[in-house]
């Protein structure tokens, strides 16, 4: 044994050749600051030897890196900029130790080398895969760039484009395209691939493989001539000002730290990436997104506590079809749990099955699935007109008409033909769980499931416990949405639950500006473009539909009067009475047309000015901040309101729900980032100059308490996965 440490150890394989294994306690490899120390220590250990003639880094896992610990990420970018950029130095001396070493390498990958992973196997000589293997950067998705030399190393390996290409896009390449691209010198088959490094680590030493000859082309400057730079550079950046636009900077600065170090060395070239990744992580953006992958690992961590605790759904029905219903089906079934589609209509039912076929040719299409699971998820639906088969389900989503008499009817019903123990759930959107409870005799094993539309693209499913549900109930809805490869959140029952109640107050926002005299269009531009939503309110609004909007919002009224409930005809109503229900019908804010590909088209409709003149004041220029500020008060307010009542329980989870369900910008983070982010004095001292609007715009006291206090909301919740 040549070293020995928590993490790792080295020692003799045969013929002088070493193994460098990577086995830290747990089931998957990081490098986290106590590894990478452990890493240098067995550097030492090595270069002390005189035996060695090669050696082979490899993984006693299924995998061989995840990457860097990202849990330590937050508290290590606050640090002062001298301290982070002594870390990173502290890093790269290390994977550089690696390349220095006086005799080949060897990365030997199964599994997962992604970002930290995939630059330590960047730093040796070679790099052989078995069929399992996949490598990547995806730094980008996390709002920063490789920080160990991913931007030095990869351009030289592969070539400036296909760098900028995997970086700027955070791609992983599966083993055929890693060795197609360079990533990687062989692929085998899992079984072989330790003899197969041996083979090829035996040629380097004997001089059959010039291997120096690779480590100086990965230490020397870019092979580029002025005018091959001029040109890969200029298309780099004008392709990633148009995919990640302004709000997202990483993709960008990686171009910009692989540009001005195309001239130098390894060394100086760290440097750069170095200069590049302090002055990135210090913005906002980095931390919105990387809290983000932490809320997502806190949510994972929930679902798998709910899975251990509750039963495995083995079987699951869904009662109505259609779009939804067959939605539903869908992701049950193709995630490996049979599903009994019942309706009442035959037609629905073909819709439904319509439904979840068109979305299984969409995967076959793109080489996702093959004919003979498409054929298997398809045979694991069943249609029917009847109940012949529901006392097998162990979970039934209840999907019919947004009525509470009729979803009440037949919960009643269907309580009645299924196994003591098994689960009802409704996929209701704002009728309260409580109010559906009554019908039932085993209310303890009802709750709310409610999935977002499209069902198969929307992460979140908010599960609503009711007063009567009990914990047994929501484990085993949680588990099964997980199962169903959705993002459950939790929330306690109230008109709206969480993300419509929160949504309907910024719809408000959104009348009042245009009573107050603001263009729709420029709302919609300012909210997209300046903030960062995916749609405007108003091209929203006709998404959802108007007439589901008109009749939600009246129940928002009917359970927050004070806030929600408004005494003058707004927009909503003015497209409600004209008919215009947005995109179902073609016309709504905008008018619609389908484009060549099929989808929905939106164009500015001259009609809707007139029509709005009676419920649109005189015309008023308002500021993109203004606009900003007045369309989100109402909703961040009412976001607060639901974590001091109890409805949702955390930051974190509120977050991921208003990201997952309403396409909250990613680089916000969600409400409380977005609050910590911009300061809750600064918020506090904004808001209150609206508070003449109406209670929709007063701030709750918890918040403006935490904000006297000098208080943030995720102060006291630095999340752990």
Sequence with gaps: MIYQGDTLSVRYLEDGIAELNLDAPGS????????????????????????????????????????????????????????????????????????????????????????????????????????????????????????????????????????????????????????????????????????????????????????????????????????????????????????????????????????????????????????????????????????????????????????????????????????????????????????????????????????????????????????????????????????????????????????????????????????EDAVLTSNTSTIPIDLLAKSLKRPENFCGMHFFNPVHRMPLVEVIRGKDTSDETVSRVVAYAAKMGKSPVVVNDCPGFFVNRVLFPYFAGFSLLLRDGADFTKIDKVMEKKFGWPMGPAYLLDVVGIDTAHHAQAVMAEGFPTRMAKDYRDGVDVMFEQQRFGQKNGLGFYQYSIDRKGKPKKDVDAEVSPLLSTVVGKNTDYSDEEIINRMMVPMINEVVRCLEEGIIATPQEADMALVYGLGFPPFRGGVFRYLDTIGLANYVAMADKLADLGPAYEIPQGLRDKATQGEGYYDAQRQSA
């Excluded at 490789?146 to 190393?153: A, C, D, M, Y």
């Excluded at 694991?380 to 008499?405: K, M």
């Design 28 to 419: 998957v490899n990081k490098f986290d600051r106590a590894t990478l120390k452990s890493l240098a220590d067995a550097l030492s250990a090595l270069e002390s030897e005189t035996d060695v003639r090669g050696l082979l880094l490899t993984s006693a896992k299924s995998t061989f890196v995840v990457g860097a610990d990202i849990t330590e990420f937050l508290d290590m970018f606050s640090s002062p900029d001298e301290d982070l950029a002594q870390w990173i130095a502290d890093a790269n001396s290390v994977f550089s130790r690696i390349e220095d070493l006086p005799f080949p390498t060897v990365s030997v990958i199964a599994g997962f080398a992604l970002g930290g992973g995939c630059e330590c196997i960047l730093s040796t000589d070679f790099r052989i895969a078995d069929t399992t293997a996949c490598i990547g950067l995806p730094e980008t998705k996390l709002g920063i760039i490789p920080g160990f030399g991913g931007t030095v190393r990869m351009p030289r390996l592969v070539g400036a484009d296909t760098a900028m290409e995997l970086i700027t896009a955070g791609k992983e390449s599966k083993a055929p395209a890693a060795l197609k691209l360079g990533l990687v010198d062989a692929v085998t088959a899992p079984d072989d691939l330790r003899d197969a490094a041996i083979r090829l680590i035996t040629q380097a030493i004997d001089g059959k493989l010039d291997w120096e000859k690779r480590r100086e082309q990965k230490k020397a400057p870019l092979q580029l001539n002025k005018m091959e730079a001029t040109m890969s550079f200029t298309m780099a950046k004008g392709m990633v000002a148009r995919v990640a636009g302004a709000h997202y900077p990483a993709p960008m600065a990686a171009v910009l730290a692989i540009e001005e170090a195309s001239r130098a060395n390894r060394d100086e070239a760290l440097l750069i990436e170095s200069k590049h990744f302090v002055k990135l992580v210090k913005g906002p953006v980095t931390q919105a997104l990387v809290g983000l992958f932490l809320n997502d690992q806190f949510l994972k961590s929930k679902a798998k506590k709910a899975a251990k605790e509750g039963k495995e759904t083995h079987h699951a029905a869904v009662l109505g079809a259609g779009i939804m219903g067959g939605g539903i089906a869908y992701q049950s079934a193709s995630r490996g749990v049979p599903v009994l589609m019942k309706d009442i209509s035959q037609s629905s039912l073909e819709m439904g099955m319509k439904e979840a076929s068109k979305l299984l040719n969409k995967q076959l299409e793109r080489g996702r699935i093959n004919g003979s699971k498409m054929a298997d998820v398809l045979a694991s639906i069943t249609p029917s007109l009847h109940y012949a088969g529901i006392e097998q389900a162990d979970v039934i989503v209840e999907a019919v008409v947004e009525n509470p008499t009729i979803k009440a009817a037949v919960l009643s019903e269907v309580e009645s033909l299924i196994s």
